[in-house]
């Protein structure tokens, strides 16, 4: 039975994740800011002992080791740690966007990403064993959009990160994988748009050919790193293939993912 830590996992895809790894007897750790949020989501796992949560900031160092040291108490040592906690700023170009807006997508995305990876790190090196998954986003595979440089300069960061802790880690039986979802209707995708603006109408459009929802993505996504054996390994729901098919089957292929956002 393994036990998995999922940092921002109180809604969207961190959830999502949860839900699925407990449906196939995981032990599992969930994070979120608050710690009434952590609290209301377990009740509603209705998990009982497999499941325990913990407030955590990912840009605190101090809170993500307790978050580390909470799941080992309870569980005895951690398989798999997820680092799913990410944010994103509104969409506009870099001139004009907010200063405080670029510090805080650095600090949890890039800062807290790095600082998440030091602490399991080191935990998985002291236990003998354990896989990282970190989470890539647009611009990890090196996309490019107005509007989207502060995010996408974070997610681009992921893919070398990982290909440096491989290096790094050798022989320590430790390893650093990939997750990568795809295009996933969040609140993280939906909420820095203005649903009445023309360009959300056109990324719309998009969304509607190449996304998907957290239920139908997330069960891949678990059943994939359980699978995963080795240092390096990527789970990846929009492949290429994936998307040139769907582009193709657009016109026979209608879809609506966003009714009940737009209609709210």
Not at 65 to 71: S, V
Not at 73 to 78: K, L, N
Not at 202 to 208: G, M, T, Y
Not at 209 to 221: S, Y
């Amino acid at each position: 039975m393994k036990t998995v830590v999922i940092t921002g996992s109180t809604r969207g895809i961190g959830r999502g994740l949860a839900e699925n790894f407990l449906a196939r007897g995981c032990q599992v750790v969930i994070s979120g800011r608050s710690q009434d949020a952590v609290d209301t989501v377990l009740g509603e796992l209705n998990a009982g002992d497999k499941a325990a949560g913990f407030a955590c900031e990912v840009t605190d160092a101090a809170q993500v080791q307790a978050l580390w040291d909470g799941a080992q108490q309870r569980f005895s040592r951690v398989d798999v740690w997820i680092n799913n906690a990410g944010i994103s700023a509104p969409r506009k170009n870099l001139a004009d966007t907010d200063v405080d807006d670029i510090e805080k997508v650095v600090q949890v995305n890039l800062c807290g990403m790095l600082l998440a990876n030091r602490v399991a790190l080191r935990g998985m090196i002291a236990q003998g064993s354990g896989q990282i998954w970190n989470m890539e986003g647009f611009g990890s595979g090196g996309q490019a959009q107005p509007g989207m440089a502060v995010y996408g300069a974070t997610k681009r960061a992921v893919n070398y990160l990982n290909k440096a802790l491989q290096k790094e880690l050798g022989d320590t039986g430790v390893q650093v994988c990939t997750l990568s979802p795809g295009i996933v209707v969040t609140d993280l995708l939906v909420g820095d748009y203005d649903t009445s603006s023309a360009e959300w109408q056109k990324s719309k459009k998009i969304f509607n050919i190449l996304g998907d929802t957290v239920e139908t993505v997330t069960p891949f996504l678990v059943d994939g790193i359980l699978k995963a054996n080795k240092s390096g390994a990527k789970v990846a729901w929009l492949t290429g293939g994936k998307a040139f098919g769907r582009f193709m089957t657009a016109a026979f292929r209608k879809r609506d993912l966003f009714a009940d956002v737009e209609g709210s």
